[in-house]
């Protein structure tokens, strides 16, 4: 907490249902708590040293009893809680299996269709939340386009710069994005060649069990002359439901998100950071960006 602002987070919760008809459609979770009497989503306070994702995926698993994939953010609701400020942020989680277990902080889930929740939800801000969720796809494509980890000064450095590797922080900041990428169901890894790339997708590909296959479209080297073959590269990439990790350089990022932000009408910050071991969270919708959330580096 800082400036006694509250910090939480949470998400809607949803999976896929039969709807009768022979299709499918989504139903959302909402929790009874029996210390308000009421129907909310599921949301709760951070703890010290958690970031808002994590928190969310934890509070979910707790109060739920669901594993989760992480998708788009929802944004963050504002509000004064017990006298003192409170941000909570919110995504769109889709439930990968568990079971929901009664406790004395919340002792009744329902699994319902969005419209039903809405009527049963206690306060207009989880409504409107809900409002959010459902005027858009419950299911996204993901691209978590990571930027290089640390790998010292290119001036110490006396062998061919491709060849450069991490440093003892770049090891740490690739270890420390394993947990991140993969709340994102990673189906795919794909690097620029240079060696400090390919090396700070490697525990997230060990941890998934894929190979890290190298695209010199996400080099600096490359990617300049060819930015339409490059955009065209990762538009392509990955289906609904998945997540893609592709791993690029500091002087690639900001020309390529931008060049996406504009093609698809949609507003990115002015300069566009992107850090060392730091990861832009894209969602896409046939192929078109829909949303966008910067991950600083977490070490």
């Known amino acids: ?91 769109a989680m889709r439930a990968e ?23 049963l939800l206690t306060t207009e801000r989880d409504r409107d939340l809900l409002k959010t969720f459902a005027s858009g796809p419950a299911s996204t494509k993901a691209i978590l386009l990571v930027r290089h980890a640390t790998a010292g000064n290119r001036s110490d450095w006396s062998g061919p710069d491709a060849k450069r590797p991490l440093d003892e922080g770049g090891h740490q900041q690739a270890d420390a994005l394993v947990w991140l990428l993969t709340r994102f169901d990673v189906r795919e890894v794909v690097s620029a060649p240079p060696l400090r790339c390919t090396q700070t997708v490697e525990p997230v590909s060990a941890a998934v069990g894929l190979t890290v ?31 893609t990790v592709l791993c690029s350089q500091g002087g690639v990022i900001p020309d390529l998100l931008g060049r996406l932000a504009t093609g698809d009408g949609y507003a990115l910050p002015d300069p566009i950071v992107a850090k060392k071991g730091s990861v832009w969270s894209l969602t896409f919708v046939e192929n078109s960006l829909f949303s966008a959330e910067y991950f600083p580096p977490l070490t």
């Open 213 to 243: 296959r190298q695209e010199p479209l996400l080099s600096e080297d490359y990617y300049y002359g060819r930015e339409d073959a490059a955009l065209q590269f990762v538009r392509g990439v990955g289906t609904a439901g998945t997540g």
């Open 1 to 91: 907490m800082s400036n006694g602002v509250i910090h939480a987070a949470g998400g809607v919760l949803w999976r896929r249902a039969a709807n009768g008809s022979g299709g499918d459609s989504v139903e959302v979770a909402i929790i009874h708590r029996p210390r308000y009497d009421d129907w909310s989503i599921p949301k709760g306070k951070l703890n010290p040293g958690e970031i808002e994702l994590e928190g969310a995926v934890r509070e979910i698993a707790e109060e739920t009893g669901y594993r989760v994939t992480v998708g788009r953010p929802l944004g963050e609701v504002n509000y004064i809680k017990e006298g003192r400020p409170k941000t909570v942020r919110y995504w």
């Open 97 to 119: 299996g568990g079971i929901f277990t009664p406790s004395r902080e919340v002792d009744e889930l329902r699994w319902l269709p969005a419209r039903d929740a809405m009527k």
